[in-house]
């Protein structure tokens, strides 16, 4: 302790004491106050470029999603469109079968019915043509046989052949 | 004389005490090494604290 | 311009070599040697002596000295202004009309008043003294010490130190105007300065507060490690290794901490609360002791004597080369001495950033126990 108080000079501390007070207030005045705000400053300043990058990130993944969604969409809409003329298709077709089965019944029904009534017509006009032919032939046999009985059943004959029923 | 034997007592106490606190750290880091900065700081810290009790002791006796 | 510049620098330190080798400082002082062989250091004591007056601070400034043909004993470097304050008031002189004795032989004569420098202190004799008498154990008995505020070497030392951290710093500063990442040298520095401010400042004292304490602990750090490395140079600087200049740190680390504590620190230092009455005033006492005389005491000693102690080893490593001549031969002298001051010296350049670290390091940390708002913590 003796030789530490006699190694300690007041001189060199006073001196000591004034010359650091220059030096930090000097230091601090010209070099850390300059250099520590434009550290802060640059920092901030990384600060922020890194949040917007974030923003931009976050804002491009919102927008992939967005466009995502939209193309889900627009695939289902799609979907859905082809669906529904495929069934529209469907449906026109079948319709028009039955219509067709329709209208081929419906025709058929009426040849039917055309063939029958000409049957009719003609069964009718067959009719009519025998009942002429036999007052025909009843006329001639009437207006010979007063003459002849064998001329009369020859001419009977005779035009019985010529008759062809049809 | 007795100064010299007192200076002895302390450099030996001051280099047990070292001791532990390295000993200890490495014992820390090995464990852990995640927390080797943390570690080194305190170890740092603590081993100044006695070195300057050491030196007080050294000092005031001589 | 760039060539230009160079040539100056360059011109400027020829100048300054020169300047130092040649006009100020070739001194002779034969005859004042006492010794036969002309004040060289050969043997184990004088090697103890020369060291113990390195570690010392000095009044002029000498780089080396070796004795010519005519057998004078010749300094190479440059004398310092003596400035005291004597009981005539004050006196000023430079330090080579000493003769670099420092035995108290030499007696210088200004103002009626006689001057003698004994061991790197100067000593105003009595009125009626014409030498300097010792008693037994070497003191001076018929002199007393002044109050000395030369221009020593260690004084030298910070300035040219404050002064090169201003420079390098300033310019580091400029940089950011124009750019936003440094270049040249100032881009070393700008790590450190971060590392100060990240790895000391702010986890000790704490997000908060930690920008008003900045500028002093970056001062501090750069501060005491410059000056480390100084001392491991051929300059031979002690500065960190004297007394009086630690102790000016650490009572400034005393002033801030002290001055900025919070009431809660102050509250729990003084009138501990959860505590039994009786034994607050005893805890005060112990809690004051230790803010006001430990932490300082311990700061300051703890880099006083570090550095003394690595300046005492590279040297006494150094004196190997001429102490253990006689049993290892020239040779082996040498080489050991160099081997051991080589790693030592390197360990040396390792303590004296460590230093500096730590005592930034506690510096911020007593800081932050003061400003911290613990009011509430207990």
Redesign the interface.
Known sequence: METLLNDFSPGLFAVSTILLLALIALMVKFAWKPILNSLEERESGIENALAAAENARKEMQNLQADNQRLIKEARAERDALMKEARDISNNIISEAKEGAKEVTAVLIEKAQASIIQEKQAALAEIKKNVAELSIGIAETVIRKELSNKEDQLKLVEEILKDVTLN | MYNMIGAGLIVIGAGIGLGQIGGKAMEGIARQPEATGKIQTAMIIIAALLEGLAFGALFLGK | MKIAQKTIKFLTITAIALFTTASFAVNSDQKHDTENDGGRVNTKNEVDAYILHHI??SHDFSLWSYTNDAGERKHVGFPLPII??TTEGLVTFMSSEFHHNDDGHVIVEKKGLKFAKIHS?IYELDQEATTVSFDADHHATNAHKV????I?K??FG??LI?LL??FW??R???Q??TK?VPTGFARVL?PL??YV?DEIAR?NIGDKHY?RF???L??VFF?IWVLNLAGLTPLGFNVTG????T???A??TLIIYSASGTKGYWMHMLWMPGVPILIRPILAIIELAGALI?KP???L??LF??ISAGHIVVMSLIAIMFTLKESLGVVGATGLSFVLSFFILLIEVLVAF?QA??FT??SA?FIGMAVDDHAEAH
């Not at chain 3, 109050?147 to 030369?150: A, T």
């Not at chain 3, 004297?242 to 200049?245: E, M, P």
């Open positions: 010392k601070d005291i304050w202190k109050l000395d505020f030369s020593t260690s004084v910070i300035i404050g951290l201003l710093f300033s580091l500063a400029k950011y105007k936003q700008e300065v971060l401010r986890p920008r900045t500028g002093y970056l001062t501060f004297q007394l009086a200049v102790a000016c740190l009572i400034f430990i005491f311990s700061l000693v703890r004597a570090n460590l670290y730590i390091m506690l940390l």
